[in-house]
């Protein structure tokens, strides 16, 4: 099966029937015809075994994921896929970020932070703007423009039924708090704190020192093109919708 993401296609090859049925009513909305040729290729292996793993060949463009035979192990999988499409996107001018995204006014908002910060919850509260996502924004930078997309990896929220993409506006860094207030974050402290919420494999083993640098390498680039390109704030918000006008 084919499937876009990120204005990019991955070709997802698997053999388990009950598995590969699972998977197209998993990300249906994002499916397109087989007749398109793929950027990258990643082969899934549903098996019984003890351990399971994520592994890139050496061209850079295919990956299989050894994942657990039950469809009830699926964040597994979902863990491996995630990270497998995260590191080709580092090759496009592309990175995975932690962060939810809305679109309002026709241009994306990101709100970039780590678990329990308040992703989901503010894109709950956010009713009359459009989700994007509330875990993982994927973002690219497509003719000097960054933009994020919908995708199909969300946690909480329903995510709308719709495969779109943005050009992003600003992003904002979360903390929940008492009241509501927005600060400007300098380019120099936003490069480090984008670097640190994007999705790498560098948290798997078989990668060698050599691999691990050129990996830090990719992203360090990546976040930076995108600070010097989007302006960032620290936004403080109350777990209402009083937040939405500073926005």
Partial sequence: MKIKLGALIFSLEIKNEKWRNFLMGKYKLFLIRDGLEADFYISVYPQKRKRYS???SQNGKKAKIYTPLSLRRFKTFDFFLKTALATFFLDKKGFFLHASALRKNGQGLIFAGKKKSGKSTLVKLASNLKPLN????????IKNKFFVFSSPFHETNPIAKTNLKVVVDKLYFLNQSNSNSVKVVKKENCLPKIASLILSPLSLS??????????????WTNANDFVQAVPCFMLYFKKDQSFLKFL
Avoid: G, V
């Fill in 54 to 56: 994520l592994l890139f």
């Fill in 134 to 141: 509330d875990d993982f924004a994927i973002i690219r930078k």
């Fill in 206 to 219: 078989r990668l060698n020192k050599n691999q691990e640098k050129l990996i830090l390498e990719k992203i």
